[in-house]
């Protein structure tokens, strides 16, 4: 039988096989599991060459993944939003710290955070999948602060679409609160639950299951697990490897797994790629995973890199999906015990080939702020906390083979507290930042509990 990557199979094989409108209006199959293309598609052998655009690579990454799901130019009308509001010319630039060590910048859109790259994309397809069956939508976000951000900059007075965001209270950034808070768009509720982000994406789950919502409404989500999200975060390593012009090793700062996952998924597309390196926080759920055998739940711990304070991060899914060779029956096996157990043990013939795909490492609090002291010492650059785990740990690697790059993947003035306790001065705002200014805010605080979040969700309905 032949695979199309336009076909969607769920990670734990009890959902009917579906197409790429189906699984962006549904976020997560019905069987609990996370979408995944049929199979990858091919980038052409010169996917790379320089001098294009950065809209020309995206639309040769992610036309495959649509098929004729969507109403025909309904990617070209959608790669025309991908990149507004974004303030550099190359959207998502590279520069090279020393040799063989660069960043690629991808704090440049309206956000000042790489989620703004996906999320408008989804933005525009989500509207193109609804007018195309007149059908209305309710998103059902989760947030550690900059995918909640971006969600609300990005489908704020969207007309068949109602956006519910829920961010752990006090857990994000001031700024990202503000970011979510101060936009007064009546299609828009901002629920602060008082837990961590594992809970709040453990709501959104249980929410996602519940047909009381529905009311002839699609119910989806806009974080990761949605493959629409990470199909629009493939075409950036596309980017970087242009503009390096050779293959890297990428240092990806990591909390749900999502920015990681489309990166190998790019390299799977045949992306020439020396490796991955997934650096998370002190929240080391993923890294213990890989480097140890045990993937086990821990209360997230606060920290800086607040967006990266994940215990759960929903795209070890998929690479386990993937390095099991699609074994929909091991993946429920583990995810079920990991639910049930809060913690699993992986088979060492799994463990060896999830090494395989990419390896992680830790950085814990005092790394964070000694980098972030270093990017200023040494290359006069002010970096968010995320950048500097990522910097921590690629200053870790021998690059003798090849070049390393970091993702950078906020600007530093959404973290100005932390950033200032190191530097003893608040980075520069960027222009969005600055923006922001002193608006009303709109949130509803809620226990962590499904029962509240139904009610406050039902109610925003009402
Ligand atoms: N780091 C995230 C957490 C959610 O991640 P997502 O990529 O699955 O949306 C955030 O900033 O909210």
């Not at 209270?169 to 602060?192: C, F, G, I, W, Y």
Request: proline fraction near 6%; charge should be negative.
């Amino acid at each position: 039988m032949s695979t199309s990557p336009d076909r969607y199979l769920s990670t734990r094989g009890d959902a009917a096989p579906t197409n790429f409108a189906d699984a962006l209006l549904r976020g997560i199959a019905p069987d609990g599991g996370l979408y995944m293309p049929q199979a990858w598609p091919a980038l052409p052998v010169d996917a790379t060459r320089p001098a294009r655009t950065y809209a020309e690579m995206a639309r040769e990454a992610i036309s495959p993944f649509i098929g004729d799901a969507l109403p025909v130019g309904a990617l070209d009308r959608a790669l025309e939003r991908l990149t507004q509001g974004f303030d550099h010319p190359a959207v998502t630039p590279l520069v090279e710290l020393e040799p063989g060590l660069f960043v690629l910048e991808l704090f440049h859109g309206p956000t000042a955070a790489f989620k703004d790259l996906a999320m408008q994309l989804v933005a525009a397809l989500s509207d193109e999948a609804l007018a195309a069956t007149g059908q209305k939508l309710t998103l059902l976000t989760a947030t550690s602060g900059d995918t909640g951000a971006a969600a609300v900059r990005a489908f704020a007075g969207a007309e068949r679409i109602n956006l519910v965001v829920l961010h752990p209270l006090d857990r994000v950034s001031p700024v990202q609160r503000k970011q979510m808070t101060t936009v007064q768009a009546d299609n828009v509720l901002n629920l602060a639950v008082r837990g961590d982000f594992d809970d709040c994406q453990r709501l959104v789950k249980g929410l996602l299951a519940e047909e009381s919502l529905r009311d002839g409404r699609r119910l989806s989500s806009v974080n990761s697990i949605n493959w629409g999200r990470l199909a629009g975060q493939i075409p950036y390593y596309i980017s970087a490897t242009a503009q390096l012009g050779q293959a890297a090793t990428f240092v990806v700062p990591t909390g749900n797994f999502g920015d990681a996952f489309a990166g190998i998924a790019a390299r799977k597309m045949g992306l020439p790629v020396k490796g991955f390196v997934a650096a998370v926080n002190q929240n080391d759920a993923l890294a213990r995973a890989i480097n140890e055998g045990v993937y086990a739940r821990r209360p997230a711990v606060e920290s800086g890199s607040v967006s990266m304070d994940v215990q759960a991060p929903s795209n070890f899914e998929r690479l386990v999906y993937e390095a099991s060779g699609r074994d929909a029956e091991a993946v429920r096996a583990v995810f079920e015990t990991f639910a049930r157990d809060g913690s699993v043990t992986l088979s060492s013939d799994l463990l060896a080939a999830l090494k395989a795909e990419v390896s992680a490492v830790s950085i814990d609090e005092a790394a964070t702020q000694a980098e972030i002291a270093h990017a200023h010492a040494a290359w006069g650059r002010v970096v968010c906390p995320h950048t500097a785990v990522a910097l921590a740990a690629a200053r870790r690697l021998d690059r003798a083979n090849g070049p390393v790059v970091a993702l950078s993947t906020a600007h530093p003035s959404k973290f100005g507290a932390f950033v200032s306790d190191v530097l003893g001065f608040e980075p520069e705002p960027a222009p969005v930042i600055r923006a922001l200014g002193d608006q009303p805010e709109r949130l509803t605080i809620i226990d962590n509990t499904a029962e509240a979040a139904l009610a406050a969700v039902k109610g925003f309905a009402a």
